[in-house]
């Protein structure tokens, strides 16, 4: 079994620049979530995509948006980067049911805003 | 606005003792609740889990405790051993599609 997966691990950017990660699902789920976690803070929710439709979304502005593709692997699109869009983005995966609730994260993409 | 607290940045436990991580909510509409660990360099790893018609749940040397009057929920992990240094996540739902995170307890068992 294939566990969640995320690229690139480190990525620079300049601000203003757009950014897209990647993140691909564990086998079997059909639903990915994204989170942004700063230094010292846990991750927050950014949004979170069910059969390539976006089903929730937490406190982010529009430039921050998502795809989710047929094969349930997922994209973070962030347009217009600030300084403060510095941050580990984990993008987890689940199986989406009324009943579940666990999901299973990758290791991150590590994303720097000069 | 912070709706998941965890108010303790780190705990030091001496191995074979117990550890016990606390966190707090302000949000009564949360229905279930569950713990994450995390090492170095790696996402978040599912620990366990409890929902709100529980007030108890175990797995193990774990144990989530649950207290829906006072807004509070603690895990126990009984014996404590050197592999579960890393920073324990508290998190908490309303329904499958929001989850919100603590900041984080950085816990460190000392052989």
């Known amino acids: 079994e294939t566990g969640v997966t995320q690229s690139p691990t480190h990525l620079i950017k300049t601000r203003g620049q757009q950014v897209t990660l990647r993140c691909s699902s564990q086998?079997?789920?059909?639903?990915v979530s994204w989170y942004q976690q700063a230094l010292g803070q846990g991750p927050q929710f950014i949004f979170q995509y069910y059969r390539e439709e976006e089903n929730g979304r937490g406190n982010f502005p529009p430039r921050f948006s998502g795809l989710q593709f047929p094969n349930y692997s997922s994209e973070l699109n962030v347009n217009a980067l600030e300084l403060d869009d510095s941050a580990l983005y984990l993008c987890a995966s689940s199986f989406w049911q009324a009943s579940s609730y666990e999901q299973y994260f990758g290791p991150g993409t590590r994303l720097t805003v000069t | 606005d912070q709706q998941v607290k965890q108010n303790s940045p780190s705990l030091s436990v001496q191995e074979g003792r117990i550890s016990i991580l606390n966190c707090d909510y302000t949000n009564s509409m949360f229905d279930y609740f569950l713990w994450y660990k995390k090492y170095p360099a790696e996402g978040p790893t599912f620990l366990i889990s409890i929902s709100s018609i529980k007030d108890k749940n175990e797995d193990g040397r774990f144990t989530v405790f649950l207290n829906k009057s006072a807004k509070h929920l603690s895990l126990h992990i009984v014996p404590s051993q050197p592999g579960d240094s890393a920073v324990y996540f508290c998190?908490?739902?309303?329904?499958?599609?929001?989850?919100?995170f603590g900041t984080g307890t950085s816990l460190t068992v000392i052989p």
């Open positions: 998190a908490a739902s309303e329904g499958v599609n929001q989850f919100y």
């Open positions: 086998s079997g789920h059909n639903t």
